[in-house]
């Protein structure tokens, strides 16, 4: 074989590739648009808040990522949906508006892309990322204290200060990196049906 | 050739080898550390720091062993055999030199980056966009220098090496580079994201590391065994099929959810198909092989190049296994993948790049090797090690793929499922770390010349046969 050919070969090989997943899932999927839900007027997917998408690479960053994944598969192949995980499965659309885009690949833990609505309780959310053990003795999920700062108790509470003490003398108190994580958590509400994945 | 120059590459070459180790040891060893805190999960009130967290070692450490272990150690002794099979030396040393550092200051700049920042979350690509940028960058001097391994001696030695070599040169560069513009540089829909980081997994495991892998596959064992590739028409349809499918196998990792399911389909067809071109493959390994058993006992590159080779195979086969569509959809979210990341890390490549250290590294460095237990210890550490941490997620993923199946099973169980085999993998890996520091002493005494006696060839203690293997033309 011929220098110039075997170069032909695996540079069309390589683009063929590229142009066959990037440029046509381009086309297929990147040029979705959110629809109208016309019980409530609005569109879906939402667009996340600002808090929410910094929360996004906060997920990322804590690398939740490594056990829990972000994408509820349909009835047909898996028990997602028996679990609870969410009321349909995730589809392309879901992802439009998120950067990063994220779906896992490991699941020691439970899919979180619909935890917005199994758990929209805040202060849960914030005892779970605190010590997860909290919430359920069983949980292998590590700990993130370093997501709160430690102040000493005074004679009120601050108003975001968690419901838990490390030890009675403090109070806990979210950092910005926790909101943003907990509002990114409760913007992952994929409680609603699209053109192509209706509610089951 | 123009011998001046070739020291300037070979001090290249062993930057990257003994950086590798070094990343081997740390990477596996933050490994090890986060299956341990799977195993115990309240070891993480020990350290108390974002950098001692599961989510954060676990990134850091396949981030290390991916690209600073394999990636710096096979171009680390591609340095050394290209311009051996090329015949030119390499012309600008210093540059070459610099894109050596370039690229360990690359690895170890991402790896305390995820260590203390945290991983950027995108399939295979956990680094930040500094650090992509500066992989490409010594790539492009380190991939120019390994171009002259393509020159104008095409047609003076065996054409497979050299075809891999082209697919990895460019599959690199472009799979890089285009995932980082769709992924970090616009502004892409985030379902376009999905697949952008699929191909970019994909071009990273199938088309730059395996081809290079096999570039020494089929230029060593050829040359160690004395024999030619039998069937060059089998190697090129493997050649060509490894190109068309490596970039699809990528998308077999989702199941159902937002990837396109002609994408998803057309990936579990490319699975099976590359399973029949590992055993194509395999087969010309075979008949490079076959009846030198004697030989692959005693020569210690020969056994790691032959365990890699077979490897290889499995891995695809594994990876076929993992794909069929009454698996993927049980087996998509479970530890059984990285089961297949041992076995196609740490036995094919890991056993590969052994191998060619043990049989390049005396031809650039004019250094021998021991006749020393450490060798016995290396071999039967790393590949039983590996193979048994395989078998264990193998086994766990199993298990947690029909306990996610079974709505009836609470999530809160699926840890206890997995712990008796985490016992196992846990104990693997550090088996295998044990071999990698045996691998680790000798190769510093060897290079420091520490020991009374050494030969080029490395051969395991107390061989039956006594044949010697020749390696003397891997010298000119």
């Known amino acids: ?200 | 050739m123009n011998r001046s120059t070739l020291p300037q590459g070979s001090t290249a070459a062993l930057v990257l080898i003994l950086g590798s180790i070094l990343a081997s040891l740390v990477g596996a060893g933050l490994q090890l550390l986060a299956n341990t805190q799977l195993l115990v999960p309240s070891l993480d009130r020990l350290i108390p720091m974002p950098w001692f967290n599961y989510g954060r070692l676990v990134p850091a450490s396949q981030f290390l062993l991916s690209y600073g272990w394999l990636g710096s150690g096979l171009l680390g002794v591609l340095l050394i055999l290209a311009p051996r099979f090329s015949g030119i030396a390499f012309r600008y040393g210093r540059l070459l030199f610099g894109g050596t550092i370039l690229w360990q200051l690359a690895i170890f700049s991402g790896f305390t980056q995820i260590l203390l920042e945290g991983s950027s979350g995108l399939i295979g690509m956990p680094q930040p966009r500094f650090v992509s940028i500066l992989l490409i960058l010594s790539f492009l001097v380190l991939g120019t220098g390994l171009t002259r391994g393509l020159g104008r001696s095409w047609k003076s030695g065996p054409l497979l090496p050299r075809l891999y070599l082209l697919l990895a040169l460019l599959a690199f560069p472009l799979g890089l580079g285009s995932a980082e513009v769709l992924l970090r540089g616009t502004v892409t829909p985030g379902s376009v994201q999905i697949i952008a980081q699929l191909l970019w997994h994909s071009f990273h495991q199938h088309l730059w590391l395996a081809p290079l892998g096999l570039v020494l596959i089929f230029q060593l064992l050829p040359t160690l065994t004395g024999r030619a590739a039998t069937s060059l028409n089998l190697g090129l349809l493997a050649w060509i099929a490894t190109a068309l499918l490596g970039g699809w196998l990528g998308t077999v990792r989702a199941s159902d959810g937002p990837i396109p399911s002609w994408m998803q389909s057309t990936g579990v067809v490319a699975s099976i198909l590359m399973a029949f071109v590992a055993i194509g493959n395999g087969l010309l390994v075979q008949n490079l092989t076959e009846g030198r058993w004697e030989e692959i006992r005693r020569n210690v590159a020969l056994r790691f190049l032959s365990v890699g080779a077979w490897s290889y195979a499995t891995s695809y086969i594994l990876l076929a296994f993992l794909s069929l569509p009454w698996v993927r959809p049980v087996m998509v979210f479970t530890v059984a993948w990285p089961a297949l990341f041992e076995v196609f890390h740490f036995l094919f490549l890991g056993c590969v790049l052994a191998g060619s250290v043990y049989a390049l590294l005396p031809v650039a460095r004019e250094m021998g090797w021991p006749n020393s237990s450490a060798l016995t210890w290396h071999f039967w550490c790393t590949t039983l090690g590996a193979a048994a941490a395989a078998s264990g997620l193998l086994l766990a993923g199993s298990f947690q793929g029909l306990a996610l199946s079974d709505a009836g099973v609470p999530i809160s169980t699926l840890a206890s499922y997995l712990r008796p085999f985490l016992f196992v993998v846990i104990f693997a890996q550090f088996f295998w770390l044990v071999g990698q520091v045996a691998f680790s002493s000798v190769l510093i005494a060897s290079l420091l010349r520490l020991f009374p006696t050494a030969a080029p060839m490395a051969v395991f203690r107390n061989p039956t046969v006594i044949r010697p293997v020749s390696v003397g033309h891997l010298h000119g």
């Open chain 1, 1 to 200: 074989m011929k220098p110039t050919r075997a170069l032909a070969i695996a540079l069309g090989a390589l683009l063929l590739t590229w142009v066959a997943q990037a440029a046509v899932g381009y086309w297929q999927v990147g040029r979705l648009e959110p629809v109208l839900n016309e019980e409530t007027n609005l569109t879906v997917p939402p667009v996340p808040s600002g808090l929410a998408h910094t929360g996004a690479r906060v997920f990322a960053s804590q690398g939740c990522l490594e056990c829990h994944s972000l994408s509820a598969r349909g009835p047909k192949d898996s028990a997602d949906l028996t679990r609870g995980w969410g009321q349909r499965r995730s589809v392309a659309r879901d992802y439009l508006f998120r950067d990063p885009a994220m779906i896992g690949t490991a699941r020691i833990g439970p899919d979180l892309s619909n935890i917005g609505a199994r758990m929209p309780e805040g202060d849960k959310l914030m005892q779970h990322l605190y010590d997860p053990r909290l919430i359920k003795k069983t949980s292998t999920c590590p700990t993130h204290p370093w997501l709160f700062a430690t102040k000493p108790a005074g004679p009120k509470a601050e108003p975001d200060a968690l419901q838990v003490s490390p030890d009675g003398w403090h109070q806990l108190i979210p950092t910005y990196q926790a909101r943003a994580l907990v509002a990114y958590l409760q913007s992952l509400n994929a409680n609603y049906a699209l053109p192509e994945a209706p509610l089951k």
